[in-house]
Nanobody, 115 residues
Framework: QVQLVESGGGSVQAGGSLSLSCAAS????????MQWYRQAPGKERELVAL???????RYADSVKGRFTISRDNAKNTAFLQMNSLKPEDTAVYFC?????????WGQGTRVTVSS
């Protein structure tokens, strides 16, 4: 059974940091592109960052220089380190795994940044 379980969300003041984790099971984690998406209230879901199976990373312009995506294939876990958080980063953050025409999603973890 495929599972993606996000953790690490919470409330923080602007300028603070949070670290999100995505624990994966039920598929060959190392072969999948891992992505973090977010969805703010009233807005569409947007891609925040991705990391390929070979470690290539890409970020949305809005988070470049503040967020870092990483993965630990030995632990089947992806991470999103978020620094210098802004109120506009407030959203539900979702973990996604994609490969071989398959697409898996976690349930999301809420991040709230207050000014």
């Amino acid at each position: 059974q495929v599972q993606l379980v996000e953790s690490g969300g919470g409330s923080v003041q602007a300028g603070g940091s949070l670290s999100l984790s995505c624990a994966a099971s039920g598929f060959t984690f190392s072969a999948y592109v891992m992505q973090w998406y977010r969805q703010a209230p009233g807005k569409e879901r947007e891609l925040v960052a991705l990391i390929s199976s070979t470690g290539y990373t890409r970020y949305a312009d809005s988070v470049k220089g503040r967020f870092t995506i990483s993965r630990d294939n030995a632990k089947n876990t992806a991470f999103l380190q978020m620094n210098s958080l802004k109120p506009e980063d407030t959203a539900v953050y979702f973990c996604n795994a994609a490969a071989y025409a398959r697409d898996y999603w976690g349930q999301g973890t809420r991040v709230t940044v207050s000014s």
